[in-house]
C-alpha cells in the first residue's frame, strides 16, 4: 500500500539523444513554473551534444513510502513502472502541473492508500539508499491513472 510520495521532486533531466542524466540547472526545476524550461538544460557531456538544440526530457524518480504487511519502506520509482500510476510520460506530467501547481501534492493524495502488487530488486548503484520498484500493478478494480483522476478533478473544479 501507498504511505506517502515526496512529491517535491518527481523528475530528473536527460539527454534526449543518449537518455544519459544532465546536471539540474536550478534546483526550481523540479517544482513547475513559467521560468523553468528544458532548454536550460547544459550541454550533454556524454555524447557531446548541447541538450538545448538536441532536446532533453524529463523521467520520472518517485521516492515513496510503502507498507507491507510487516514494515513501511522506502522505495525509489523510476519512469517505466512510474508511468503506470500516472499514466503518461514526466513531460507530460510537468506541462500539467504548469497550469495546476498543486498537482505533484494531490498525485501524492491520490495514490496515498493505494493497494498495488509491486516487485522490487536492490539498487544497481552501489552508493544507492533505496530498493527499486521493478514492476507495479494497481490492485483496485476501479483503477485510474493519476493524470485521469487529476484532469477529472481539475474539471470538476472549473479548471482546464
Known sequence: MVVAIDHNNLFYTVCSIC??????????THIPNSSSS?????????CNFNSASSGSKRLFRVLMSIATEKRVVVVIMFDRAAR????????EFFDFAKTHPFAAASAGNALEGEMLKITL???????ARHLRVVSVLPLRTGFRPVIETL????RARGGS
Open 19 to 28: 537518455e544519459k542524466t544532465l546536471p539540474d540547472p536550478s534546483p526550481n
Open 38 to 46: 528544458s532548454s536550460s538544460i547544459p550541454f550533454c557531456k556524454n
Open 84 to 91: 503506470v500510476l500516472f499514466g503518461c510520460s514526466a513531460d
Open 121 to 127: 530488486s536492490q539498487p544497481k548503484n552501489g552508493n
Open 151 to 154: 484532469r477529472e478533478l481539475y
